[in-house]
């Protein structure tokens, strides 16, 4: 299997511009996760998704924020408008749910975002 | 809710010594216990788990870590560090049935030559 792909590898925007990041899951895996890293706060947990369905998007910082999963093989997560706070690298992780799986994450190489 | 405490968010080793990596988890029910690796620019990678069998798991790249519930640690260990072992290293907790994962802030190993 290809793995966890994820696009771009990096991002340079303005402040104010809409920004896209997009994830590919493993084929078959049916949670997605999208995890934000920054030195200041670590790897913090954003949103997940069961099987194409939001589950817990309570560490989305705010409204500016959004994901979607719209279908087994595709997530977007979207910041509009973006600012330099959000600068960090995010990581788009997959599993197989915990009936089949022991929850381990196949993580993306991930996609650094800079906000000017 | 479940999480994670790395002690040490920067450790450094000369080659050939004794790695360890400290986590101490907080769960209210009995957890799966992880280790995972990022090496620059790159995504993180699994190095063990623990999930309830043997309390000593034995991982990738001769890395081990013991689940020791009366300490609530899962202490990363290597007998002898590499070069190539330089990266942060990451301890993650989830509870049984939920996929819900919680990292540590991580630890950054330096091995000196």
């Known amino acids: 299997d290809a793995g966890v792909i994820q696009s771009p590898r990096h991002e340079v925007t303005e402040m104010g511009q809409e920004v896209t990041l997009r994830c590919k899951p493993i084929?078959?895996?049916?949670?997605l996760f999208w995890y934000r890293q920054t030195m200041m706060r670590g790897l913090e947990l954003l949103i997940y998704?069961?099987?194409?369905?939001?589950?817990?998007d309570s560490g989305m910082p705010e409204d500016r924020f959004s994901a979607k999963m719209p279908n087994a093989s595709f997530s977007t997560l979207k910041i509009q408008p973006s600012e330099p706070r959000d600068s960090a690298v995010y990581f788009c992780?997959?599993?197989?749910?915990?009936?089949?799986?022991?929850?381990?994450?196949?993580f993306g190489e991930g996609s650094r975002l800079t906000v000017l | 809710a479940q999480s994670v405490t790395q002690l040490g968010s920067h450790v450094s080793v000369s080659e050939g010594a004794l790695v360890l990596l400290r986590c101490n988890y907080s769960?209210?029910?009995?957890?799966?216990l992880f280790w995972y690796v990022q090496y620059p620019n790159q995504g993180l990678q699994l190095l063990l788990k623990?999930?309830?069998?043997?309390?000593l798991v034995k991982g990738i790249n001769g890395f081990e870590a013991e689940f020791k519930k009366s300490e609530t640690s899962f202490h990363l260990t290597k007998p002898s560090a590499h070069m190539s072992d330089a990266a942060e290293y990451f301890c993650?907790?989830?509870?049984?049935?939920?996929?819900?994962?919680?990292f540590g802030a991580g630890t950054r190993l330096t091995v000196k030559p």
């Open positions: 992780a997959s599993s197989l749910g915990q009936g089949m799986n022991t929850g381990e994450l196949f």
């Open positions: 084929s078959g895996h049916d949670y």
């Open positions: 998704f069961n099987n194409n369905v939001p589950i817990d």
């Open positions: 769960s209210s029910v009995p957890p799966y």
């Open positions: 623990y999930t309830s069998a043997a309390t």
């Open positions: 993650a907790v989830s509870d049984i049935g939920n996929n819900d994962m919680r």
